[in-house]
């Protein structure tokens, strides 16, 4: 697991280092509203350009947007209810089961930047 | 005889001389070569050739290359360079033999032009792939491999005996079009049958619902660089011989729509992300099934363009969150979460391919599966149309986003793993970098389709209205994320319908067995007391000092000398 | 050499090989090659009728009469010469493989053993060329006979015991059943000569021609027809090189082939196809064919499972005589050489864990594939030729009884094969991937560690000819062809 006490942001690579911003609450805070003010734009946007629609539900305005988001929003939600029947614990079929075994060492390299 | 070299030898002739090659960057470099040369081949053979070999009295028709084998097998070849730059680290002959292998197998099944060649192939697809998932070594991977075998080469099995069965009726083997007949099953002879069996060996290869299990089982199961080579063949190597075979069959397009809607629910709840992108592969091929159902020339343009588009961002994925696997050991959402500060490359690229998947403009999947889509709604399937859109944005959900997030942001789970190694970089970036190009300049790709394309990808309204689906989408899961709803990630298993065969069906049988067993030790118990009983009294009243004994004729002796024979026998037998 | 002559000096070649086994029987090496010689001259004897007849088939020479109406005569046809070329091509690398499992696993008894193998093959080759059911029965029960002391040869209780059962179950269908139909059928028609079309048409009708088909067909125990079958796994006791020739090869294809012989020579395909009186022999076959896998899927004994494998397998052949189509007639000639080539090498591969490892048990093997991966490579190829996948041999014949099933309109026979394929899978394939993928236990060697050369080599050669097979199945069922059609 983590070794935080030695978690030194030096070793990153300078790309990661860069990135670090997006850990800042106010950062994601703005990024959340980032996607209300597109969604909001990309709503307008209906109004301003001809729409060339085959299908009649096209035609209403954002049906898109509000289509993407209702149907997504109803999926989790059903998802959610679904694990009330479907989730299992890993050892569920057998306890030597490629869920719950480790990938074993001999196909992987873990090195971790702190090392 | 064969005036062109069919390209899947190559690939066998590969495998024979790969463990003689020793393990490193010769043999590394050696892995990348036959690709690139097989592609070469394939670019350089002219549509329209045949080769036919008279084999075991039938016309085997190895090549005929026309643009819809053509497109697979470039595809093909592109996915092997890349899942073996990819694993330029490997040093497994095992793996490395069955890669080529699979490829080759791949590649050869593209090209055939008789059923019969067309159940080698097949096969070899199934044998060889298998390696790449018992080669992660672990009981619970080998038993995974044993499904994934008997359901790959029971998918096979039914294929030669449709082709058996479609053979004896027709007397011909040849890979054409097939006309599924819907009447009822009564009426049907062995024609009817046999078509309906070679249809079911598709279905299975291609994970239709119910039949969809192998593929949620044996991908997570694989090990890193196997999961990255099987994720580009087998089910592709399927939607090209239904593109071949039932092309506008109507029953494909109402298959394809339930197989894109129904793995969004499990890849929302699933933890394992690899598990979770063989979810979202299964509700691609949903896509490329509808547009083979509708079968119009749009239509089968997008399943072709949708699937070579296809293969290469879902390696793309698989090589992302295989890298993350590779650096950490562990694959699970639950586990994982803001690895984005130490492996900011492979965030990029894992981004890109969750772009190209969502079909977002300038990323490859936008012109690829708009083609499925309009002609879903051009052809009036408006229903269907709803569900493709529905599971458009259900992609974006939970490829596009829910595998970075939960791999790269997220909560902090502390691991710092080294970025990945450089190949597999180079590889995931070129992978990207492909995709983009496609998203950018569709018509390179456009040119390799089997029809013309008349079809114009970046009109505002598309751009727009693709936008305005996916930002939906994105909203409702900012939304549920912001106030909690969303389901988190958490260490479990859930329930498909492989419960049937891996819990139910081995209780039912356990139980009959165990009835079976008992009835047939209390029969055996009864006829053997029985016989004993028999042979004594027998022995009593006829033997030598018997009451009866002196009475008999010589000839009624051989009889009963012959009877008893038998009768011993009987005991013998059941003692 | 003339066609009949090459036939009796094959016969008479292993006898030379025995003789020279008991003379020599204390110069090993002396022996050995000696048997060795033999057999390929054996073989050489085999190619020279090959070369004379072709896939001709021969007017019947009788060698001696016993009185009139029953000779013991012989006579070349394609089906009985691609018998002798497989049982002696085999003998010789089943002979080299059994030096070098009598000597890499100190068996005793070795001139013993190798002579009573030497008149074994005789008797194959005499049953092989038999022109008449008299002589195939004679050589039957000679065969029976001379690998009784092979079955008991470790001389434990356990291997006496199984060798009991092994005689008196094929003693006693052959007298009781097979013997009864034979005087019968002599009674009827007045011959028991093998002619193309068969002999019965004609002489019987009605319920009597599917009662004698059952005469004969369970009185063929060799064939291991459910529920005749138990003399199988219990002939296992023997040592592998037993198992891998005799009860893999040649006393089981004795067995299937008897039964063909009867089917296309004594009935005749037609005479069967126009009473029905097959049908219930493919029942029982498709019943032999699942129920002996199921019961394989649950054999811990490596050579245990093989024996039920094999069960069901000869089934396949009995299956392609009871379709009575000439399509699954040929079919069923076919697997016995597909099959042969396969079972063999599994076998070897088995004996050569053995001798290595002193492996018997399945479960024991995981992880033994790091140390003998040509063995289990070997094991896997035959596995897939077995299981009836391409690029092997296996794979035609399956193909052929499908198409023969079509054409009888049997379509749930086409199941019965899908499904047995299946099970094929399922208990063939795990000995491979335990071997190769699981983690070995503590003490299991892990470094290349391979049987000894004799042991490993005739499996890796058969192996290949598995693959070799399949590229020339054509040419077999070209050879085969005259035996199905009418006019020779």
């Known amino acids: 697991m983590a070794k935080k006490h030695d978690d030194n942001p030096e070793n990153y690579p300078a790309l990661g280092r860069w990135l670090m911003f997006l850990d800042d609450p106010k950062v994601i805070k703005r990024i959340v509203h980032g996607i209300y003010v597109i969604c909001a734009v990309l709503f307008a946007m209906d109004f301003f350009y001809y729409k060339k629609t085959y299908v009649e539900i096209e035609n209403y305005t954002g049906f898109y947007m509000i289509y993407g988001f209702i149907m997504c929003a109803a999926l989790v939600i059903c998802a959610k209810v679904m694990r009330v029947f479907l989730m299992r614990a890993e050892t569920y079929y057998s306890p030597k089961d490629t869920e719950s075994e480790m990938h074993p060492d001999h196909d992987l390299r873990k090195e971790s930047v702190n090392d | 005889m064969i005036d062109i070299f069919p390209p899947f030898v190559i690939y066998i002739i590969a495998a024979l001389i790969v463990p003689f090659i020793p393990a490193g960057r010769l043999r590394s470099t050696f892995m990348l070569v036959i690709p690139v040369v097989g592609a070469w081949m394939i670019w350089n053979t002219p549509t329209g050739l045949s080769a036919v070999v008279p084999f075991f009295g039938f016309d085997l028709t190895l090549m005929r290359v026309d643009k819809l084998a053509t497109i697979f097998a470039l595809v093909f070849s592109l996915a092997a ?103 009822s099953p009564i009426t049907w002879g062995a024609l009817e049958i046999g078509i309906w069996m070679i249809f079911l060996s598709f279905g299975i290869k291609c994970a239709f619902p119910l039949l969809h299990n192998w593929l949620q089982d044996a991908y997570p199961a694989a090990t890193v660089t196997g999961t990255v080579v099987l994720s580009a063949f087998t089910t592709k190597l399927a939607v090209y011989a239904l593109a071949r075979g039932f092309a506008g069959t109507e029953i494909l397009i109402y298959i394809g729509a339930i197989m894109t809607l129904f793995p969004i629910f499990y890849a929302v709840i699933e933890n394992d992300l690899r598990r979770v992108l063989a979810y979202s592969l299964n509700n691609q091929l949903g896509f490329m099934v509808v547009g083979i159902g509708i079968g119009t020339e749009l239509a089968l343009n997008g399943t072709a363009a949708h699937a070579f588009a296809h293969i290469l961002y879902k390696a793309l994925l698989f090589m992302s969150v295989g890298a993350v696997l590779f650096r950490t050991g562990t694959a699970k959402g639950s586990e994982l979460g803001g690895l984005y500060k130490t492996m900011p490359l492979t965030m990029i690229f894992c981004c890109v391919g969750a772009a190209s998947i969502s079909a977002f403009p300038l990323f490859s999947g936008f012109v690829t599966k708009s083609l499925i889509v309009s002609a879903a709604s051009k052809e009036h399937y408006y229903i269907i149309w709803g569900i493709l859109l529905f599971a458009s944005a259900g992609v974006f959900h939970h490829s596009g986003i829910k595998i970075p997030y939960f791999a790269f942001f997220a909560h902090d789970s502390g691991k710092r793993p080294k970025e990945a190694p450089t190949h597999m970089l180079w590889a995931m970036g070129i992978t990207a970098a492909l995709c983009i190009l496609v998203g950018v300049f569709p018509a390179p790709l456009y040119e390799l389709l089997p029809y013309e394309v008349n079809y114009e990808n970046y009109t505002t309204t598309h751009v727009i209205t693709q936008l305005q689906l996916l930002m939906g989408s994105a909203l409702a899961f900012t939304v549920l994320t912001v106030y909690k709803i969303y389901p988190p990630e958490l260490k479990s298993v859930n329930l498909d319908f492989d419960w049937t065969y891996r819990r139910f069906l081995p209780a039912a049988l356990r139980y009959i067995s165990f009835l079976v067993s008992a009835t047939f030790g209390m029969v055996t118990g009864a006829i053997n007391a029985f016989a004993a009983n028999m042979v004594h009294r027998l022995h009593h009243s006829h033997g030598p000092d018997g009451s009866r004994a002196a009475s008999w004729p010589s000839g009624a002796m051989v009889l009963s000398i012959a009877a008893l024979l038998g009768l011993a026998l009987f005991v013998i037998f059941f003692s | 050499m003339d066609t009949m002559t090459a036939i009796y000096v094959a016969m008479l070649l292993p006898l030379l090989a025995m003789a020279g086994n008991m003379a020599f029987s204390e110069l090993k090496n002396v022996r050995d090659t000696f048997t060795l010689l033999c057999a390929m001259a054996t073989f050489g004897c085999i190619l020279i009728v090959l070369s004379n007849v072709g896939n001709g088939i021969t007017e019947p020479v009788s060698a001696f009469t016993v009185f009139k109406g029953i000779d013991i005569a012989f006579n070349v046809e394609p089906l009985g010469l691609m018998f002798a070329l497989i049982g002696s091509g085999l003998w010789i690398l089943t002979h080299v493989y059994g030096v070098g499992y009598m000597r890499g696993n100190n068996e005793s008894h070795h001139a013993r053993f190798f002579a009573c193998f030497c008149i074994a093959i005789s008797s194959v080759i005499g049953i092989a060329f038999a022109s008449n059911m008299f002589t195939l029965f004679l050589f039957y029960e000679i065969l029976t006979v001379s690998t009784y002391p092979l079955v008991a040869h470790k001389g434990t209780p356990e291997s006496i015991r199984g060798a009991r059962t092994y005689l008196a179950i094929l003693i006693g269908t052959s007298i009781a059943l097979q013997l009864t139909a034979i ?32 005469l004969y067909a369970f009185g063929i125990g060799k064939a291991a027809l459910m529920p005749f079958h138990k003399w199988l796994p219990a002939a296992m006791v023997a040592p592998t090189p037993v198992s891998a020739l005799l009860h893999a090869v040649a006393v089981v294809k004795a067995g299937v082939f008897t039964m063909l012989k009867v089917g296309i020579y004594i009935f005749g395909i037609d005479f069967l196809a126009q009473t029905n009186a097959s049908e219930w022999l493919m029942w029982l076959a498709a019943y032999s064919i699942i129920a002996a896998s199921v019961v394989a899927m649950f054999q811990d004994n490596l050579k245990k499972r093989l024996a039920y494998s094999t069960i069901s397998q000869l089934s396949y052949i009995t299956l392609g005589m009871a379709l009575a189509t000439s399509m699954g007639a040929l079919g069923g000639g076919m697997h016995i050489a597909m099959h042969a080539m396969g079972k063999i090498t599994l076998f070897m591969c088995a004996g050569a864990i053995y001798v290595k490892y002193h492996k018997t048990e399945i479960s024991q093997m995981t992880g033994l594939g790091r140390a003998m991966p040509i063995t289990f490579g070997a094991f896997l190829i035959g596995s897939l030729s077995i299981i009836g996948l391409p690029p092997l041999g296996g794979s035609w014949p399956k193909f052929l009884l499908m198409t023969a099933s079509v054409d009888t309109g049997h379509l749930i026979i ?75």
């Open chain 3, 414 to 488: 086409i199941g019965v094969l899908m499904l047995s394929s299946l099970l094929n899978v399922a208990y063939l394939l795990p000995v491979v991937g335990r071997a190769f993928f699981l983690p070995a236990p503590e003490g299991t060697p892990t470094k290349f560690a391979e049987a000894p050369l004799l042991c490993w080599l005739p499996p890796a050669i058969t192996a290949i000819g598995c693959i070799v097979l399949f590229f020339y199945a054509g040419s077999i069922q070209t050879f085969l062809a005259p035996i199905v059609s009418v006019s020779p």
């Open chain 3, 183 to 214: 005087i019968w059928t002599f009674v009827l028609t007045g011959t028991l000569d093998f002619t193309q079309g068969g002999i019965l048409e004609g002489h019987v009708t009605g319920w009597i021609v599917p009662v004698l088909l059952g």
């Open chain 2, 81 to 183: 360079f890349l899942a073996n730059l990819y694993a330029w680290h490997l040093r497994d002959t095992m793996q490395q033999v069955a890669a080529l292998l699979y490829a080759g197998s791949a590649i050869g099944a593209v090209f055939v032009g008789d059923l019969i060649s067309l159940f080698f192939f097949w096969e070899g697809t199934a044998i060889a792939s298998v390696f790449l998932i018992w080669a992660r070594r672990t009981e619970g991977a080998f038993w995974t491999g044993m499904r994934y075998l008997i359901i790959q080469i029971g998918s096979g099995v039914i294929l030669i005996a449709g082709v058996a069965m479609y053979y004896a009726s027709t007397g011909s083997i040849g890979f054409e079009a097939m006309t599924l007949p819907m009447t």
